[in-house]
């Protein structure tokens, strides 16, 4: 498959034929409301055990220092039987577990949520350390400065590199590659500078929200001074057939705790389980470092669908063997036990996994198809294909982040006679990405928001290293397994 570079941006070619959508609330709270109700239960049912295993440890909490004393026990109410029993000894609460499901949600800037865990305890009137932990988070809280919305900047990948030798085997594919793409190695170092410099995952979701008449209103990012948001995303998680062979992971799937992880396909055949690609690299990361992430986000996967989406070949066009092209015949006639159902089953195993995690998906178009240069009628007739064959599978979402960046209009607010805008806009979609160099982009209007993004791959390392300098030293980051000098666009 050719590489075909628009505009300055760099987007993996696809260039396909043509699908339905809807709009998708995140539901990133889910996670934290679920991990509550488990720790509220599981301290419950200690108390209804009368355990007493859980002496006080020494508990600390960010920015409150305090240390834990003896809390009263609660009564255990005796079974009802004749037998006398000995008078229950004292239970302490135990509060540990409560404490650290809050300060789970502090430690990423959650101090609402933190504090209302708190104070929603029953135990919380009679308990000192609850109070004082919350006194402790309103005093996070207020130290918190709201970040200027239009200097939040975006930054986007595509499938990882994880084999370089294998990408850059000096096949037809390897310029492009080169260019657009950027190796695990290199994205493992650009992350953690980020985290070092205090950047923090946000998602446009934070950044802008509609309201109940269905306008668009500013959100409010609040961090402690310092940290700096940021919006990640990564495009074309499909694991194109056309990548087969050249280094990448084949797919995304479960492991045995269900955590999302890549599958890679070595040279005999065998499969490895592993972070071979940025989803599990992110969640990695987050689970070492929860700060990373604002309130549980993670990042944003701008999904096509005409090869299927993560590695599962789920368009309905696998199942009625209509209009494929060659690489994709080629696999079904290696895959005699192709099971579509069970394709599309695992896909959305995976995708639940991982909007649980704190990943939205976009639409990419189904076919990657160039908003510019396309009509309406055929953005249409494309968006009805995302949504017969890609929504059903990541859920609705109200968000497009443009293939080749290829933007429906110029930087001027979209019109409202723009006859693009206005079927997107019909559709339920309100967030809007392009691709632009600047360091950030923001457009928020009563109808939409809109950012650009910046590309981080081997033609911005190589070109423009000075480009990178608020993120991270290119130059120290620029892998050297990559050929130079990077072809030109
Ligand atoms: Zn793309």
């Known amino acids: 498959m050719e590489f075909n ?49 859980l002496p006080f440890a020494d508990q600390r909490l960010p920015g409150n220092g305090r240390t834990s004393e003896r809390v009263r026990a609660m009564d255990v109410t ?34 609402d949520g933190a504090m209302s865990y708190l104070e929603g305890l029953p135990e919380y009137l009679e308990t000192q350390e609850l109070q004082d932990a919350v006194r402790g988070y309103e005093a996070l809280k207020a130290s918190c400065v709201e970040y200027p919305l239009e200097q939040i900047t975006h930054i986007f990948f595509h499938t990882l590199i994880y084999d370089t030798s294998k990408a850059f085997d000096g096949d037809e594919d390897e310029a492009g590659y080169n260019q657009v793409m950027t190796t695990v190695d290199e994205f493992n170092q650009i992350i953690q500078s980020m985290y070092e410099r205090g950047y923090v995952m946000v ?28 919006v990640l995303s990564q495009d074309d998680v ?26 890679y396909i070595e040279d005999d055949g065998s499969v490895s389980v592993g972070n071979y690609d940025m989803v599990p690299l992110i969640d990695e990361f987050v689970r070492r470092h929860p700060d990373f992430s604002y309130r549980g986000r993670k990042g944003i996967l701008a999904m096509t ?17 209509e209009e494929l092209d060659q690489l994709q015949v080629d696999y079904l006639d290696a895959h005699p036990d192709f099971n579509f159902d069970q394709e599309v089953a695992e896909a ?44 059903p599978i990541l859920g609705r979402t109200d ?4 293939a080749f960046g290829a933007d429906i209009g110029n930087w001027e607010p979209y019109a409202e006679t ?40 081997g033609y911005r390392l190589y070109y423009n290293p000075e480009a990178c300098s608020d993120l991270f030293d290119a130059t120290a980051v620029f892998d050297r397994s990559r050929p130079v000098p990077v072809p030109e666009m």
Request: with cysteine.
């Open 238 to 263: 499909s694991y194109y057939h056309y990548m087969d062979g050249d280094g990448f992971a084949s797919r995304l799937v479960l492991d045995e705790n269900g955590q999302v992880k890549c599958e």
């Open 399 to 402: 968000m497009i982040i443009f």
């Open 5 to 53: 570079h628009e505009n300055i941006m760099s987007e993996v070619p696809a260039e396909k034929g043509l699908a339905e959508k809807g709009s998708e609330k995140h539901k990133f709270t889910r996670k934290a409301f679920r991990a509550a109700v488990l720790g509220a239960a599981s301290a419950g049912l200690m108390l209804l055990c009368g355990c007493q295993l």
């Open 305 to 321: 669908g005409y090869n299927g989406v993560l590695g599962y070949r789920t368009d309905i066009t696998y199942k009625t063997r």
């Open 348 to 391: 959305t195993r995976v995708a639940d996994a991982m909007k649980a995690e704190g990943w939205e998906f976009a639409s990419h178009t189904w076919g990657h198809l160039n908003a510019t240069d396309r009509s309406a009628e055929t953005l249409k007739e494309d968006n009805e294909r995302w949504e017969a064959n890609v929504a």
């Open 203 to 230: 998602s446009p979701h934070d950044m802008a929200y509609v309201d109940a008449n269905g306008t668009m209103q500013r959100g409010h990012i609040l961090l402690p001074p310092g940290k700096i948001p940021f």
């Open 78 to 111: 005796p079974p009802a039987t004749p037998t006398p029993i000995p008078t229950p000894t004292p239970t302490p609460f135990p509060l540990q577990p409560y404490l650290d499901q809050a300060g789970a949600m502090a430690l990423q800037y959650d101090y």
């Open 418 to 457: 723009n006859p693009k805008y206005a079927y997107f806009k019909s559709r339920g979609y309100h967030y809007f990405c392009n691709v632009d160099s600047n360091q950030y982009w923001v457009q928020l209007t009563d109808g939409y928001f809109r950012q650009g993004r910046r590309n981080l791959d």
